[in-house]
């Protein structure tokens, strides 16, 4: 299976991005789906996580309350939605498909397959 990751931009602080990643090649329907981003010169970082039905999602703190995680499995597509967006967003997004479960989603070591990402810039 092959993750594309597309939605990034330049947006202004406050504003809001929408960001999809398609899969192809494969289902994710039995897979649990996360983001994570790069901000230049840091280490990639956990921002969301979902389970393969969409009933439990997780989020990094520095996220929580301004993003949401979705997916559609008949779509075979996961979502970010992104609003209250700060300038500390700015990074690469990177979507990437899960083995794991639960809090160990918060970790790279739990995803397999990685899409290209998406470069997000947050003007302040």
């Known amino acids: 299976v092959q993750l594309q990751a597309s939605g990034g931009g330049l947006v202004q602080a406050g504003g809001s991005l929408r960001l999809s990643c398609v899969a192809s090649g494969g289902s994710i329907r039995d897979y649990a789906m996360g983001w994570f981003r790069q901000a230049p010169g840091k280490d990639r970082e956990f921002v969301s996580a979902i389970m393969w039905s969409g009933a439990r999602t997780y989020y990094a703190d520095s996220v929580k309350g301004r993003f949401t995680i979705s997916r559609e499995n008949d779509r075979n597509t996961a979502y970010l939605q992104m609003n209250s967006l700060k300038a500390e967003d700015t990074g690469i997004y990177y979507c990437?498909?899960?083995?794991?479960w639960g809090k160990g989603l918060f970790v790279e070591n739990e995803y397999d397959v990685w899409g290209q990402g998406t470069q997000v810039t947050v003007s302040s």
């Open positions: 990437a498909r899960g083995t794991g």
